[in-house]
C-alpha cells in the first residue's frame, strides 16, 4: 500500500499563493506519476496538474501558468505551487500516485480562496 500525506491547504485572499505538499511513504517502489485533481462541492474531480518520474509534466487547462508541479529528488514528494489564485480554485486538492494501473489517493487538503 502507498500512503499520501498532503498538506499546505487553507484560506487565502484572491490573488495570494499557497503551496500544497504531498508525501508518498510505504511501497512506493514503482511509483511513476503523482499529482494533483481537485474537487469542488457537486463538481467532478478534475486534474491540476501531473508530473512523471522523468519530469514530465501535465495541467488542467484552467491553470493557464497560475500552477507549477514539482517533485523531489527522492521522487516521494510532490509539491504544487499555486500563484495569482482566484476564488474558483476553491475546492478540495487531492494528491495521487499512480503505479501501473494502480492510482493512490490522498484524504486532501482544502484550499479556500476569498474575493
Known amino acids: 500500500q502507498v500512503q499520501l500525506v498532503e498538506s499546505g491547504g487553507g484560506l487565502v485572499q484572491a490573488g495570494g499563493s499557497l503551496r500544497l505538499s504531498c508525501a508518498a511513504s510505504g511501497d512506493i517502489f514503482g511509483i511513476a506519476t503523482m499529482g494533483w485533481y481537485r474537487q469542488a462541492p457537486g463538481d467532478q474531480r478534475v486534474l491540476v496538474a501531473t508530473?512523471?518520474?522523468?519530469?514530465?509534466?501535465e495541467y488542467g487547462n484552467f491553470v493557464k501558468g497560475r500552477f507549477t508541479i514539482s517533485r523531489d529528488n527522492a521522487k516521494t514528494t510532490v509539491y504544487l505551487q499555486m500563484n495569482s489564485l482566484k476564488p474558483d480554485d476553491a475546492a478540495g486538492y487531492y494528491c495521487?500516485?499512480?503505479?501501473?494501473?494502480?492510482?493512490?489517493w490522498g484524504q486532501g487538503t482544502q484550499v479556500t480562496v476569498s474575493s
Open positions: 508530473i512523471t518520474r522523468a519530469g514530465t509534466t
Open positions: 495521487t500516485a499512480r503505479r501501473g494501473a494502480t492510482q493512490y
